[in-house]
């Protein structure tokens, strides 16, 4: 029983430590969610749930994500690392170039 609720914790952001156990409980929610989806069509609730994702909705969403995604773009197109946190010019700039090219 403890290890049920050890992986069910893993499966809901709970700290990972390995490569490993990242990808168990990756393939876990795929798994799970899979399981949900195929509920959820054989019951025909899929219109039931489509209702509630009006436009205003799933633009509030997709907002958010931008805004979760952005610093992790930024940081990346300025060659930023853990290891490396100044500005890394050749990387800004090679990032500049493809972004206006």
């Known amino acids: ?15 990972v430590l390995s490569n490993i156990a990242a990808l168990q409980a990756l393939s876990g929610g795929m798994i799970i969610s ?4 195929i509920l959820i069509s054989a019951f025909k609730l899929m219109d039931k749930i489509a209702r509630l994702f009006t ?31 100044l500005l890394d010019v050749k990387v800004f700039l090679l990032s500049v170039i493809v972004i206006f090219s």
């Open 1 to 15: 029983m403890v290890e049920y609720f050890y992986h069910l914790r893993e499966f809901s952001g709970g700290i």
């Open 34 to 37: 899979d399981v949900l989806f």
């Open 55 to 85: 436009p205003t909705i799933t633009f509030i969403y997709l907002l958010l994500l931008i805004i979760q995604l952005s610093g992790s773009f930024m940081k990346g197109m300025m060659g930023i690392t853990s290891s490396h946190t």
